[in-house]
Nanobody, 122 residues
Framework: QVQVVESGGGLVQAGGSLRLSCTASGGTFSSYVMGWFRQAPGKEREFVALISWRGGSTYYADSVKGRFTISRDNAKNTVYLQMNRLKPEDTAVYYC???????????????WGRGTQVTVSS
C-alpha cells in the first residue's frame, strides 16, 4: 500500500500563499486518486481538494474554490496544493490521502499522511 508524507505547512499572514507537497512511495502513484483534507481543532476532518489519476479532473470544496489549486506530477510521485489568498479560517492540519476512486469522503481513502500544520494569522 502506498505511503504518503506531507510537507510545506507553516505560518502565514492572511492574504498570503503556501504550497503543500505530498510525496508517495511504496506503490504505483498513478493508480491512485489523491486528495487533500483538513481538520481544525474541535472540528471534523473535511474535504479540500481531489485530483484524478492522471490529473485530468480536479474537485474542490466550495470554501476553497478559486483560491486553492491541486496538481500532481506522476513522474515525481508528488501531489501539490497551492493555496492563495489564505484566510484565518483555513487554519488547520492538512492531510494528504490516496484512494482508489473519485470520492470526497475521507472514509474512502486508505492511505494517509501524518499531516502538516497551516496557520493563517489575521
Amino acid at each position: 500500500q502506498v505511503q504518503v508524507v506531507e510537507s510545506g505547512g507553516g505560518l502565514v499572514q492572511a492574504g498570503g500563499s503556501l504550497r503543500l507537497s505530498c510525496t508517495a512511495s511504496g506503490g504505483t502513484f498513478s493508480s491512485y486518486v489523491m486528495g487533500w483534507f483538513r481538520q481544525a481543532p474541535g472540528k471534523e476532518r473535511e474535504f479540500v481538494a481531489l485530483i484524478s489519476w492522471r490529473g485530468g479532473s480536479t474537485y474542490y470544496a466550495d470554501s476553497v474554490k478559486g483560491r486553492f489549486t491541486i496538481s500532481r506530477d506522476n513522474a515525481k510521485n508528488t501531489v501539490y496544493l497551492q493555496m492563495n489568498r489564505l484566510k484565518p479560517e483555513d487554519t488547520a492540519v492538512y492531510y494528504c490521502a490516496a484512494g482508489l476512486d473519485i470520492s470526497t469522503h475521507h472514509a474512502d481513502f486508505g492511505s494517509w499522511g501524518r499531516g502538516t500544520q497551516v496557520t493563517v494569522s489575521s
